[in-house]
């Protein structure tokens, strides 16, 4: 079983920036491919970002795309989401998730197995 433990949510203003982090527990944590979701109350979770497990590639949802990014260091156990000129409809809140395996990186809900509780990000003046 793995626990995932998201921080580094909170209020900015418009065009402002964030990091949010997420550590895992467990050993293995250089064998999961990572991502970041997002959900706002009443909607769909929503893919952000995505990092293989070996953090040499990423992928972005296109509303984010040259605005977040997403990295790993595998030796803390922690992925990444450093969000840049952030706009009042990326609030939300940010969620990680680990899948136990794979070779790519992963866009769709179903295809992981893990979750955090969550991280609010709120972006108003």
């Known amino acids: 079983q793995v626990q995932l433990v998201e921080s580094g949510g909170g209020l900015v203003q418009p065009g402002g920036s964030l990091r949010l982090s997420c550590v895992a527990s467990?050993?293995?944590?250089?064998?999961?491919?990572m991502g970041w979701f997002r959900q706002a109350p009443g909607k769909e979770r929503e893919f952000v970002a995505a990092?293989?497990?070996?953090?040499?590639?990423?992928y972005y949802a296109d509303s984010v795309k040259g605005r977040f990014t997403i990295s790993r260091n595998n030796a803390k156990n922690t992925v990444y989401l450093q969000m840049n000129s952030l706009k009042p409809e990326d609030t939300d809140g940010y969620y990680c998730?680990?899948?136990?395996?794979?070779?790519?990186?992963?866009?769709?809900?179903?295809?992981?197995?893990?979750w955090g509780q969550g991280t609010q990000v709120t972006v108003s003046s």
């Open positions: 998730a680990a899948r136990d395996w794979g070779t790519s990186f992963y866009t769709s809900i179903r295809e992981y197995d893990y």
């Open positions: 467990g050993r293995t944590f250089s064998s999961y491919p």
């Open positions: 990092i293989t497990k070996s953090g040499g590639s990423t």
